[in-house]
């Protein structure tokens, strides 16, 4: 079966600080993976999303970046980051667009 | 552009009672996708259903129901004889445009309290 991992958890970073989230699925092959972010309260909104192996969409201007190294890993990168950054943040996969996606547990990021 | 419009920020329920959770969606395309997504307390999203543009039927598992309406652009969601258990945020959400994408736009989401 198939299994998405988000790491770290939470995470507490000075503003200015470089930031790095890692996503790795498993138990499958080529799958579209995805970058959300949702604010306290609110809807998840999307940040970036992947169809294969360096390439990468760019939904919405910010000082985040993402990349996929390899096949099933997603990162999400900032030089420096904002205090409007903080956030959860959360990945996902699917087997192709039309099939549902699956969620890794998210990372909850505070900016001080 | 799509949208997605949860009207019900918060509800609150006794155990027991039925509840119902209201989207409505707005999209140009003819194909598309509904999902529901609960999302506990724990923070992870959890997937409950996929509904395509051409299937209008309802669908029941268990004490979960769904009711797709093309005709009022709407996707409902009935909790028969709720559990503390149901307590979470469940958001409604949208896919189309092009095959590669598909990605979700999610409603604003709806509070559910389940009191014992």
């Known amino acids: 079966s198939q299994t998405i991992h988000q790491w770290p958890a939470t995470l507490v970073q000075p503003v200015g600080s470089p930031l790095s989230l890692e996503c790795t699925v498993e138990?499958?092959?080529?799958?579209?993976l995805y970058w959300y972010r949702q604010a306290a309260g609110r809807g998840l909104q999307l940040l970036f999303y992947?169809?294969?192996?360096?390439?990468i969409s760019s939904e919405v201007p910010q000082n985040l970046s993402a990349s996929r190294p390899q096949d099933r890993q997603f990162i999400l990168s900032s030089k420096k980051l904002l205090l409007s950054d903080s956030g959860f943040y959360l990945c996902?996969?699917?087997?192709?667009?039309?099939?549902?996606?699956?969620f890794g547990d998210g990372t909850r990021l505070s900016i001080l | 552009a799509q949208k997605v419009t949860q009207a019900q920020t918060e509800i609150s329920v006794v155990e027991k009672e039925d509840v119902t959770l209201d989207c409505v969606y707005e999209?140009?395309?003819?194909?598309?996708?509904l999902f529901w997504y609960k999302q506990p307390p724990s923070g992870e999203l959890v997937f409950l259903i996929r509904?395509?543009?051409?299937?209008?039927q309802n669908e029941i598992s268990g004490r979960y129901s769904w009711n797709f309406q093309k005709s009022t652009s709407s996707f409902n969601f009935t909790i028969t004889a709720s559990q503390v258990v149901d307590s979470a945020v469940y958001f409604c959400?949208?896919?189309?445009?092009?095959?590669?994408?598909?990605?979700?736009?999610f409603g604003s989401g709806t509070r559910l309290q389940v009191q014992p």
């Open positions: 509904r395509n543009s051409f299937d209008e």
């Open positions: 959400a949208l896919s189309e445009g092009d095959t590669g994408r598909r990605a979700l736009t």
């Open positions: 996902a996969w699917s087997l192709n667009g039309d099939q549902p996606q699956h």
């Open positions: 992947s169809v294969g192996i360096g390439q």
């Open positions: 138990g499958t092959s080529n799958p579209n």
């Open positions: 999209t140009r395309d003819t194909t598309y996708y």
